[in-house]
Nanobody, 116 residues
Framework: QVQLVESGGGLVQAGGSLRLSCAAS????????IGWYRRAPGKRRELVAA???????NYADSVKGRFTISRDNANNTVYLQMDSLKPEDTGVYYC??????????WGQGTPVTVSS
């Protein structure tokens, strides 16, 4: 089992920045992949950024150059630095992880609202 707790969401004006945190309940070295999804109002959940197996990163085209995923292994925490935010970035952001047994885990989500 992996518990994921997100924090850092809030309201920000367009062009501003936020940093989201995802604290995992166990060592990141025991997790196959971990990252961030989001769901905008009325839309499907989509991948934002993730660490995948082998240590590679994957970003949605819409956030490349603006968002950066990073990790702090000592604190079992993954971050999403979001810069140059746009109104279309508004949504609920979810931390996601899967383990080597292909089980999927989701955090409760943290809302992000970007005003124009």
């Amino acid at each position: 089992q992996v518990q994921l707790v997100e924090s850092g969401g809030g309201l920000v004006q367009a062009g501003g920045s936020l940093r989201l945190s995802c604290a995992a309940s166990r060592s990141l070295s025991s997790i196959n992949a971990i990252g961030w999804y989001r769901r905008a109002p009325g839309k499907r959940r989509e991948l934002v950024a993730a660490f995948i197996s082998g240590g590679s990163t994957n970003y949605a085209d819409s956030v490349k150059g603006r968002f950066t995923i990073s990790r702090d292994n000592a604190n079992n925490t993954v971050y999403l630095q979001m810069d140059s935010l746009k109104p279309e970035d508004t949504g609920v952001y979810y931390c996601y992880a899967n383990d080597y047994y292909t089980h999927n885990y989701w955090g409760q989500g943290t809302p992000v609202t970007v005003s124009s």
